[in-house]
């Protein structure tokens, strides 16, 4: 009896040994399978906790409508472009038109559209625009015009169900406001109202340096 005791303790031992040996060995494994998880994952680019640089819109619904411009500059307009974030399919362009009449109070243009522009359905009010512009200060025949940009140009608050044209209002200083008619005429969206000075929707634009150098002597005038 006594050696079954003495037998059944050395097996009790060496069955202890084994389940530790075994626990190390699991645990081992588990390490090495982690590792070769975070390495697999590092090299697909598969990090969970990194930022992504790639701008994705969000989802909204998009309107086309055609696009008119109000000159009240001295200056002769070939064509403008307005650009949304990069793959919000938000953006179009608009027309040619003309310098505004010396001593009149009455902008010019309004008549031509263009088609046409995307926009949303719904007014995003954290929406921001880039809009440039070829402008013929010259006017000598001979010399190209130059482009101008403005950053960061949102749309006035607009009723989509009720929407009309784009249109892009250039004003002296270099200066341009966007704007969709939507019959609010008691608004800030009609376009036989001039903007006024301080209206939050104007934008400073300033000589476009990439697109002059690209585009100012052929290509896009």
Known sequence: MQKIVEADTVFQKIN???????????RLFRSLLLSLCASLAGCSGIRSDAASTVYVPPHVELLDGGVRALNYTPWYIHDFAITGPKGSDIGGGGPNVWPMDKGSDEPS??????????????????????????????????????????????IAQYDGRMAGAVWGIFLPGDRVRLMITDGNHNGGNNANNRP???????????IDEEWNRLYRDGGMQ
Do not use: H, I
């Open 109 to 154: 243009g309004g008549a031509k559209e263009t088609c046409c522009m995307s926009f949303p359905l719904e007014w995003q009010p954290d929406l921001k625009l880039t809009v440039r512009w070829l402008v013929d200060k010259k006017r000598d025949g001979k010399t190209p015009g130059y482009w101008y940009k403005a950053e960061n140009v949102r």
């Open 196 to 206: 006024a000075d301080d209206d939050p929707y104007v934008v400073q634009g300033a």
């Open 16 to 26: 202890n040994g084994l389940s530790k040996s075994r626990a190390v060995k699991s």
